[in-house]
C-alpha cells in the first residue's frame, strides 16, 4: 500500500511546510505568498499543495528599495584601512549536506564571529559544492593582534575540520584598494 507522502513525492507536489523549507523561509511567508498568488497552489481538503517545479524555480522578490545604480567606489577613510582574506577550501567527499547543516548551525549561534572581522561570507566554488571560497573583510584598527587573529580561525577551521579539507586549502591576506 502507498502512504500519502509517496503520493506526494510521486506527484511532485509540497506542502506548504515543505516548501517554507526549500525557500528558507516561514511557514507565514509562504501562505502569503500563496496568498497573493505568486505562488500557485491548490487546496485539497484542507491541505495547500505547490508544485515542488514552481516553488523550486520561485524567486522571491528583494525587500525595500531595489538599487537602480550600483553605488560608487570608495577609497576607506584616511588613516585606516580593509584587509580581505580569502581562504579557497575543498570540500571532503560526501560532506555536503553536513556542510550546509553546519553552516546553518553556526548562523544560528552565532559561532565564529571572529574579532575583528566587518563581513564574512562563506560561498560556494562551484555548483556541486565541491569546494567553499571563505572570504573575511578586517578593519586594520578593530582587526586582533596575529596571535588572537590565527588562533580564532584555527578554532574555526577546527570545528568543520572533518567537513573540509585544510591540508588543501589556500589562503592569503590583502589590503583593500576600492569598496563600493
Do not use: C
Not at 7 to 30: C, H, M, P, W
Amino acid at each position: 500500500m502507498i502512504n500519502g507522502d509517496e503520493i506526494l513525492k510521486r506527484r511532485d507536489f509540497v506542502t506548504i511546510n515543505e516548501a517554507a523549507q526549500i525557500l528558507g523561509v516561514s511557514y507565514n511567508t509562504v501562505y502569503e505568498y500563496v496568498r497573493e498568488e505568486r505562488l500557485p497552489a491548490e487546496l485539497v481538503g484542507s491541505i495547500y499543495l505547490l508544485p515542488r517545479k514552481a516553488v523550486e524555480e520561485f524567486k522571491p522578490q528583494p525587500k525595500g528599495r531595489v538599487r537602480k545604480k550600483p553605488p560608487a567606489w570608495r577609497a576607506y577613510r584616511a588613516g585606516s584601512k580593509l584587509f580581505i582574506t580569502e581562504i579557497h577550501v575543498p570540500v571532503r567527499e560526501g560532506q555536503r549536506e553536513r556542510l550546509e547543516a553546519k553552516l546553518k548551525e553556526i548562523l544560528a549561534s552565532n559561532q565564529h564571529a571572529l574579532t575583528g572581522t566587518l563581513h564574512r561570507y562563506i560561498a560556494a566554488g562551484d555548483e556541486e559544492l565541491s569546494t567553499v571560497t571563505v572570504v573575511l573583510i578586517w578593519r586594520d584598527v578593530e582587526m586582533p593582534d596575529e596571535a588572537t587573529r590565527q588562533h580564532e580561525l584555527a578554532t574555526f577551521k577546527q570545528d568543520l575540520a572533518d567537513l573540509l579539507d585544510w591540508e588543501n586549502a589556500t589562503e592569503n591576506t590583502n589590503r583593500l584598494l576600492l569598496y563600493t
